[in-house]
């Protein structure tokens, strides 16, 4: 079975650009999170996201935004890049949201802006 | 938001035990505690999960007193291989219902020769 894909794999943006970073869960899995991991530092939530609702924010600008579509893909859009966005964005999927079930991890996408 | 902390590095040794404790002093009644492995350069990777007491799987063992106010990963007989850093992760179930999961800044392993 194929695991968790992001896309894309790397991506460099200038400082004031958009950025869309995509997700596909495991098939059957319900539910998709979003990380930032800056280099050195643990994985911080950004989203969660368990049929199609938002169940959960971090502690993130309202320039990050998300969203899950139909067949529980997810996107998540970053505004006007700032320097400090430039980290490694995870997505992981589980059955369903919460603390109690199992989450896997795609490869992520590692974000530069210069 | 709950809060979990590691020590930041270990070192061991080939098929010794690695014991890795977590505190995480507010972890909400309905939460569960997970622990993750993360290579370099790749997403973290599940090792184990747990409420309470003692659960055992095939890679590791995860000890969660009563009080659930910490949690300690058990590694039998590490191997270079487990060379990584180990994340324990809690998550925090607000009071709307939301969702925030909570990773730790993370253990780095040295398993040695």
């Known amino acids: 079975d194929a695991g968790v894909t992001q896309s894309p794999t790397h991506l460099i943006k200038t400082r004031g650009q958009h950025v869309t970073l995509r997700c596909s869960p495991i098939s059957g899995h319900k539910s998709v999170s979003w990380y930032q991991q800056v280099l050195g530092q643990g994985p911080q939530f950004i989203f969660q996201?368990?049929?199609?609702?938002?169940?959960g924010r971090g502690n993130f600008p309202d320039r990050f935004s998300a969203r899950q579509f139909p067949n529980y893909s997810s996107e998540l859009n970053v505004n006007a890049l700032l320097l400090g966005d430039s980290a490694l964005y995870l997505c992981?999927?589980?059955?369903?949201?919460?603390?109690?079930?199992?989450?896997?991890f795609g490869p992520g996408t590692r974000l530069t802006v210069t | 938001l709950a809060k979990t902390t590691q020590p930041i590095s270990m070192d061991s040794y080939e098929g010794q035990e690695v014991n890795i404790t977590c505190s995480h002093n507010?972890?909400?009644?309905?939460?569960?505690i997970t622990w993750y492995q993360q290579f370099p350069s790749q997403g973290p990777r599940f090792i184990i999960q747990g409420y309470k007491t003692k659960v055992t799987n095939e890679v590791a063992s995860l000890f969660i007193p009563a009080d659930r106010k910490s949690s300690t990963l058990s590694l039998p007989r590490v191997s270079l291989s487990d060379t990584a850093v180990y994340y324990c992760l809690v998550g925090d179930s607000t009071s709307g219902g939301s969702y925030i999961p909570t990773f730790g800044r993370g253990t780095s392993l040295i398993v040695h020769p």
């Open positions: 507010n972890i909400a009644t309905n939460d569960y």
């Open positions: 996201y368990y049929e199609k609702e938002e169940r």
């Open positions: 992981a999927s589980s059955l369903r949201g919460g603390s109690s079930y199992e989450q896997y």
